[in-house]
């Protein structure tokens, strides 16, 4: 896809979206100083090129019992084509996985977990191992959230 250029209007509907993709139409196009027309147009023109990926609602982990984080790094002595998109695949079949990053340094791959407790990680855990040949996985438990956010920086 071809990257388009964006301007200083585009990033302040970008920057209202990004703090509440629910708002109305009218009130993104006041906010940023468009009619509801242009505005809309720009919009469209932002998701078609893929500056708007999804609009999702994000959810409160403590409500739903999701309390616990757990950062977990992975060191493999693998590192075949056919091994990565065979752990690619089982771990982004893990509904917990959030976050699932390739590395450079010490670690050759970095997961974020969020899971209910202790216990329920272990099972993740299992279901980890079990996917591929590991050769290190190391978990640390985040004890506080001092910093989470979906806004990019424009």
């Known amino acids: 896809m071809e990257k388009i250029s964006i301007d ?5 509907i970008l920057g209202e979206l990004q703090r509440d993709a629910s708002r ?6 006041t906010a940023v100083g468009l009619s509801s027309s242009p505005c809309w147009k720009r919009i ?16 409160d982990r403590d409500l739903l019992d999701l309390g616990v984080t757990v ?6 002595s693998q590192h075949q ?35 209910k407790d202790i216990a329920d990680y272990d099972r993740i855990y299992k279901r980890l191992i079990k996917s591929n040949s590991i050769f290190d ?12 956010t979906t806004h990019l920086p424009l």
């Open 137 to 148: 996985v190391s978990s640390s438990f985040a004890m506080e959230q001092i910093k989470c």
């Open 71 to 76: 950062f977990v790094a992975v060191k493999t």
């Open 24 to 29: 109305s139409l009218a009130d993104v196009a």
């Open 81 to 115: 084509d056919s091994w990565l998109t065979d752990f690619a695949a089982a771990i982004s079949a893990i509904p917990e996985v959030v976050e699932f990053y390739r590395m450079s340094g010490e670690v050759d791959y970095l997961l974020k977990v969020v899971c």
């Open 44 to 59: 469209r023109r932002l998701e078609d090129a893929n500056y708007i990926r999804e609009r999702v609602a994000i959810l």
């Open 8 to 12: 200083h209007i585009d990033r302040k």
